[in-house]
C-alpha cells in the first residue's frame, strides 16, 4: 500500500482544523496555489520553509506533513554540481570483487600515519575555507592510502588507524553534503560510523553522528535527526567537572544539532532545552584547547557557536525580529567551522528580507559572496534569499543583486 503524499497529509491535517485553503494561505503567509498544487498532487514537494509555516499554522509537527515524502522535498532542491564526483565516488564506494578486495588499491606502500593525519587536516582547512575544488582533488588519493593502512596496521595500530579512517570518510561525507551528493555522503558517513566503533574512540563517533544528523535534516528526515542526536547525547553526556574539552565539544555538537532538528520541526520548547545545555557545554570548555590531532570541527565549538544555534532556530520559527536581536550577541567575522558562520550569515539575510531591508540583506549577501562563492553557489536557502530581494526591490535590481543572483541560479 502506497505511502501519503505532503499533498495527502496536509489536506486531512487542514480539514481536521476546518480551514479552508484560502484561510490558511493568509494565516502561513503562503501562496494559496502553492497549497493547491500540493493537495491536488499537482506538486511533489515542496521547500521546507513552506512546510515550517504551514505546519507551525496548524499546530502539528512538520514531519507530519511530511509523512515518508521526504526525498521528494530533498530532490526538489536544486543540484548545482559543477565539480567532478568520479575520483570521490570510486574511493568511498569501491568495487569489490567476490573475495571482498577493492579492485582499485594504491600502488606502493601508503605513507606513515603522521604524514596521512597531516594531508587529512590540509583537506579539512580546505574544506572549513571553502575550497571545495581543492579538497576534492585530495580526498580520493588520500582515502585510499588510509584504506591501505588500515590493512597493513597491526593489532596494536589498529585503533588508531581506524580513527584515521572515520574522520577521512568523515571529512568526505560533509564535502559530499556540501555538493548534495546525499546518497554518497550517506555511505561515506556509515562507514565512518563503522570505523569510529572499531576505534573505541566516542568523541569521533559522536562528530560523525553529527554529520548524519546534517544530512538527515538535508532529506527532510528531521524526527530521524532528532531521535538519532538526543540518543547519541544520552548515551555520550560527560560529568561536565570531569570532561575533557574535546567530549564537551562532542556532546555540544551532538546537542546542537538535536536542538536544530526539534527546531525544524515545531518543538521550541525542546530546542531551546537542547541548546541551553550545549550552552553550558561551551562554557565548561571555556578557552581550553581540545587538543592536537581533532578536525577543526571539534575546536571550532564554542559559545559562539551557539549563540548562531540560538539565531537558527529564531528564524526557522519565523521570527525575523528575534534572528536580528540574537545575532547582535553573535561574534564578528567568520568563525573556525566556516559554514556554521555562513549559513548564520544567512539567517541574517532571511530576516532582514523579511522586514523588507533590502540592503542590508543584500550587503550580508555580497559579504558571504566574496568570502565564500563556492559555498553559496549551493545553498538553496540563499537562492530563495535572492529571489525574495529581487522580488521584493521596487527599483530595477542593481548590478550587485544581479551578480548574487547568477552565482545562486536564480531566473
Not at 556509515?190 to 548524519?212: E, F, K, N
Not at 550580508?364 to 526591490?393: C, F, M, N, T
Request: hydrophobic share 45%; with cysteine.
Amino acid at each position: 500500500m502506497s505511502r501519503p503524499t505532503i499533498g495527502e497529509n496536509l489536506a486531512r491535517i487542514r480539514k481536521a482544523t476546518t480551514l479552508t485553503q484560502e484561510q490558511l494561505a493568509e494565516r502561513a503567509d503562503v501562496d494559496v496555489g502553492v497549497i493547491r498544487k500540493l493537495e491536488q498532487g499537482a506538486r511533489r514537494s515542496a521547500r521546507m520553509d513552506t512546510l515550517h509555516a504551514l505546519a507551525r499554522t496548524l499546530g502539528v509537527s512538520t514531519s507530519a506533513l511530511i509523512g515518508d515524502a521526504s526525498q521528494a522535498a530533498a530532490r526538489g532542491e536544486p543540484d548545482n554540481r559543477p565539480l567532478s564526483l568520479a575520483e570521490i565516488r570510486r574511493a568511498v564506494a569501491p568495487v569489490r570483487g567476490i573475495t571482498g578486495v577493492a579492485l582499485t588499491v594504491p600502488t606502493g606502500a601508503p605513507p606513515a600515519p603522521a604524514v596521512l593525519r597531516a594531508h587529512l587536516h590540509t583537506v579539512d582547512r580546505a574544506y572549513q575555507d571553502n575550497d571545495y575544488a581543492r579538497a576534492l582533488a585530495a580526498l580520493p588519493p588520500l582515502l585510499l592510502d588510509v584504506r591501505a593502512a588500515v590493512d597493513l596496521a597491526a593489532d596494536d595500530e589498529q585503533p588508531a588507524a581506524y580513527v584515521l579512517l572515520a574522520r577521512t570518510l568523515h571529512s568526505a561525507g560533509n564535502l559530499l553534503i556540501q555538493l548534495r551528493a546525499g546518497d554518497l555522503a550517506q555511505t561515506a558517513l556509515s562507514d565512518a560510523l563503522d570505523a569510529a566503533r572499531r576505534s573505541g574512540d566516542q568523541v569521533v563517533a559522536a562528530t560523525v553522528i553529527q554529520g548524519m544528523c546534517w544530512l538527515l535534516m538535508r532529506q527532510g528526515r528531521i524526527a530521524e535527526a532528532a531521535e538519532l542526536a538526543v540518543a547519541t547525547a544520552d548515551e555520550i553526556e560527560p560529568r561536565m567537572r570531569r570532561a575533557q574539552p574535546a567530549e564537551l565539544a562532542a556532546w555540544g555538537w551532538v546537542a546542537t544539532a538535536a536542538s536544530a532538528a526539534y527546531a525544524r520541526d515545531n518543538r521550541p520548547d525542546e530546542a531551546a532545552e537542547l541548546v541551553d545545555a550545549a550552552a553550558a557545554a561551551a562554557a565548561r570548555i571555556g578557552e581550553r584547547d581540545p587538543g592536537p590531532g581533532h578536525l577543526i570541527m571539534v575546536g571550532g565549538f564554542d559559545a559562539a557557536r551557539v549563540q548562531m544555534q540560538r539565531v537558527e532556530n529564531a528564524a526557522v520559527a519565523g521570527d525575523p525580529g528575534r534572528t536580528l536581536e540574537l545575532s547582535a550577541l553573535v561574534p564578528p567575522g567568520p568563525s573556525p567551522v566556516g559554514s556554521s558562520w555562513q549559513r548564520h550569515r544567512l539567517d541574517v539575510a532571511w530576516a532582514h528580507t523579511q522586514r523588507r531591508q533590502y540592503a542590508e540583506a543584500t550587503a550580508v549577501l555580497v559579504e558571504l559572496r566574496h568570502v565564500a562563492p563556492a559555498w553559496l553557489r549551493h545553498q538553496r536557502y540563499a537562492k530563495d534569499i535572492v529571489q525574495s530581494v529581487s522580488d521584493g526591490r521596487r527599483r530595477a535590481m542593481s548590478t550587485e543583486l544581479a551578480d548574487l543572483a547568477a552565482l545562486v541560479g536564480c531566473n
